[in-house]
């Protein structure tokens, strides 16, 4: 069934992109008054919710009003989409959901959009489609280039989603347990940019301003979440966690700024592919999956080049309540790093515990021998890199951040320019060792050796020399590297 949407139910990286002044929202565009709040807010940001709930998590809360459509009978206009026989939605943009700002836009109104400020858009791409072409306006606010990345719209899965990262744009198509994705460097144009991303016509292809910038030969539909939640395909402008982009190389959640007008979604390819622009194979990246865990398989043989990636992912889906709470017993996860991994990042989800004090010794997760390890201590964070006889570790206070109850991403990270440690994106610690690679144990006969164990540590290979135990809830792990050249 074909559904019009017309209203608007609509926000991190480190290098800068360049652009003209002319290419900007102007401040007195994005002052324009709202015309029409759509929803109560509580004083949250709306990506705040997105972050602590996920999509769904947040409007299945009882006082969140769901995202809804008001035809628009008098929007017409010659530079704009228009609806057809192809067109399946369409969301003109007319008026805010909860935040940002009203605007003049291609057609009628759009939706400004500061940093850190969400738009939800009225579709929630449920069907699966051979053949489809998604299209939006967007125009680049003032403060859009000072970070590398950014989001453009797109679901939490990215089963559908467009990004802009270190100059490149990127569309992602996923499917379960597999990334698929087309890039390509992109210029903005002054003003109102066309973006459009398609597939079903032997490509799987990202277009800007009717002009193609990247393809590669590609068979699959869309294929929506097939999670049993209420809107796990919603298109979001202005936020996208850290979920599912590991494949392009963007491991931290992300926000935009800039304006956003009408949204179409079509049952066919409106954009015809003669060009002979070729993209990498790289650009599909598959995983394995075993009941509960996603990884990239490490390979041994001898011809792996440094950059070959690897990725571990663990939502403990298995377990009954879809987290690890510890109680007695700590848990043992089918995980082994067993290779060398010249830069990489772990995260994860964690919620201290009703007893969990901040002057007290807690396990978090890791290896035994601390060769990768999170704890606290006296309410200062460790993260723990050993090297065969020599201790390698970062630290953070975080007295003031962990609490009882609220959840936080606890992130670390090792490479050439040395570790870093981050909770909620935030980096708190770092260094600049030259000795930062991951390096495994080769201890014969040891049980668990280099295996992910969470909610326990030995008194093995740490500073404090005790025991500990966990205190709380995990969530979310999630591990990717690069293998070393052999």
């Known amino acids: 069934m074909k559904k019009?949407?017309?209203?608007?139910?609509f926000a991190l990286g480190a290098l800068s992109f360049f652009a003209c002044s002319s290419d900007k929202v102007s401040k007195a565009e994005a002052e324009t008054p709202a015309l029409m709040p759509m929803a109560f807010s509580d004083g949250v940001a709306l990506w705040k919710h997105f972050e602590e709930d996920g999509v769904v998590g947040y409007f299945n809360k009882e006082d969140a009003v769901l995202p809804d459509s008001a035809a628009l009978d008098d929007i017409r206009c010659s530079d704009g989409f228009v609806i057809d026989d192809s067109t399946l939605y369409l969301d003109e943009m007319e008026h805010l959901y909860m935040e940002g700002s009203i605007v003049k836009g291609?057609?009628?109104?759009?939706?400004?959009?500061?940093?850190?400020?969400?738009?939800?858009i009225s579709i929630n791409l449920l069907d699966s489609m051979a053949v489809g072409t998604i299209e939006f306006w967007f125009k680049p606010g003032e403060h859009f280039f000072e970070k590398s990345a950014r989001t453009l719209l797109g679901n939490d899965e990215a089963r559908a989603h467009f990004f802009v990262q270190n100059g490149d744009i990127i569309f992602q198509k996923n499917h379960a347990d597999k990334h698929y994705f087309v890039r390509g460097a992109v210029n903005f144009k002054d003003g109102w940019n066309?973006?459009?991303?398609?597939?079903?016509?032997?490509?799987?292809?990202?277009?800007?301003?009717?002009?193609l910038v990247a393809k590669m030969a590609h068979s699959e539909g869309y294929a929506p979440s097939e999670r049993p939640v209420k809107l796990g395909n919603l298109l979001v402008a202005g936020y996208k966690s850290y979920c599912c982009m590991e494949g392009a190389d963007q491991y931290k959640a992300m926000m935009t700024n800039g304006a956003y007008d009408q949204v179409r979604v079509s049952n066919v390819a409106r954009y015809k592919n003669t060009s002979e622009i070729e993209i990498s194979s790289s650009s599909i990246v598959e995983e394995i999956s075993s009941s509960s865990v996603n990884f990239l398989e490490m390979s041994s043989s001898s011809d792996i080049l440094e950059g070959d990636k690897v990725q571990f992912v663990e939502d403990f889906e298995f377990l009954p309540n879809g987290v690890f709470t510890y109680e007695s017993e700590p848990l043992v996860l089918d995980i082994t790093l067993s290779d060398i991994l010249v830069s990489g990042e772990i995260s994860f989800d964690y919620i201290p515990g009703e007893s969990f004090s901040n002057a007290e010794l807690y396990a978090l997760l890791g290896i035994d021998e601390g060769r990768l390890l999170f704890f606290i201590d006296q309410g200062t964070l460790h993260f723990v890199k050993n090297l065969t006889d020599t201790?390698?570790?970062?630290?953070?206070?975080?007295?003031?951040?962990?609490?009882?109850?609220?959840?936080?991403?606890?992130?670390?990270?090792?490479?050439?320019?040395?570790?870093?440690?981050?909770?909620?994106?935030?980096?708190?610690?770092?260094?600049?060792?030259?000795?930062?690679?991951?390096?495994?144990?080769?201890?014969p006969n040891k049980t668990n050796l280099n295996q992910i164990v969470v909610g326990y540590k030995s008194y093995c290979c740490t500073t404090v020399g005790a025991e500990m135990f966990a205190n709380?809830?995990?969530?979310?792990?999630?591990?990717?590297?690069?293998?070393?050249?052999?």
Not at 194 to 211: F, H, M, P, R
Request: charged share 20%.
């Open 391 to 443: 201790h390698v570790y970062i630290t953070a206070d975080v007295t003031e951040i962990l609490k009882s109850g609220e959840r936080v991403r606890i992130s670390g990270s090792w490479g050439k320019s040395g570790m870093a440690l981050y909770v909620n994106d935030k980096e708190l610690a770092k260094n600049e060792s030259e000795t930062s690679i991951y390096s495994p144990s080769t201890r």
């Open 106 to 120: 291609v057609c009628g109104n759009a939706v400004y959009l500061n940093e850190g400020e969400v738009a939800p």
């Open 472 to 486: 709380g809830s995990f969530d979310n792990l999630k591990i990717v590297g690069r293998l070393a050249a052999k």
């Open 4 to 9: 019009y949407l017309f209203s608007s139910l």
């Open 194 to 211: 066309k973006i459009a991303g398609q597939w079903g016509d032997g490509y799987l292809s990202v277009w800007v301003n009717d002009e």
